[in-house]
């Protein structure tokens, strides 16, 4: 058993200073003040004085890392885990953009035959699959090549059983409702994205099974008080979730502080939508076939437009505080609670007895300490 006493401990809906948790193997076994839970004998005990404990956080968009891309190589999917927890990364949906389906399907084989001997890092929950049913006119960084009308006979053998957890796809599409209302059957959380989609057509795309949206207000139409599309849409249905890239490059400080106040704190969640040159230093990159320019803020293609991002998930929770104004026990719920409630996955984002022992601790300014994935230390700087 693993014993943890910190200043402060995250729990849904509540802060416990002078915090303990006691972990058994990969679950959370109890928690509370250190007055209340004492250590058991023989348990390994780790004093966190001055740290935060909360939920390791959870990235739903994330593209590649450390020198890898998911949709070149998706294979690489695990290298790159390995050094998400330096990030405070327990969980993620790696994120395969536009591409032909032989791509998704290894994707899908890379996750059906597990990890490595030994590996250790965070842990790939589903795949996102963004693509490839998109609005060519909101492209973006993908290829237009590859972008094709929704199909239920490319898809039949996408369900969460057979590991894609996400989908991003515009509703307006002719067939997308069909194949809405199939993925929904299979398990798969539908989210709007990469889309050109009226406030009508988006209204249609929510009664279709559309529960959440992929990086707020970009690949989207623009705000207009006539035409309020489907920005507007989301931003007035208090069924759906969204994400934002809180980079204070996507997305401008004031409209992230809009959004979450239009929204609620409990339906914003955060991303990275971080590519292959997430932790590299400024240089060429890929993101699929395209050749990616970063430099030490942003990952644009030849053209200007923006490629992903190179946000750290920390920095995304600090920038949330900053452009907001909101605390850090807020910041993390919304990397954290908010993304496993929009995944359904119970057992994630939360530090409550039962619930896999994801954790990091946290210093007075939101850096990264440690990392725990299930119960096991996999990153460390005390």
Known sequence: MLYIRCSTLFTPGRQIADGAILIDGHKILALGTADSLRPPPGAQILDAHGLTAAPGFVDWQLNGGFGLDFTENPYSIWNAAEHLPEHGVTAFLPTIITAPFEVYSTAQLVLRQGAPT?????????????????NIEKKGAHNPLYLQAPSLEKTGDWSRKNGVLLTTLAPELPGAHELIC????????????????TFEQAQQGFAAGVTCATHLFNAMPAFDHRAPGLPAALLQNPGVMVGLIPDGIHVHPAMIALARKLKGERNITIVTDAMGALGMPPG???????????????????NGTLAGSILRMDQAVRNLMSFTGCSLAQAVEAATENVARMLGMRGKGVLRPGADADLVLLDEQANVMATFVRGVQVFSKL
């Open 118 to 134: 030994g590996w250790r890092g965070a842990q790939p929950l589903g795949l996102h699959f963004e693509g490839p049913f998109l």
């Open 182 to 197: 199939v993925l929904r059957q299979k398990g798969i959380i539908v989210s709007a994205g990469h889309s050109m989609a």
């Open 284 to 302: 060429e990159y890929g993101l699929g076939d395209y050749r990616v320019f970063v430099d030490q803020t942003s990952a644009r293609l030849v």
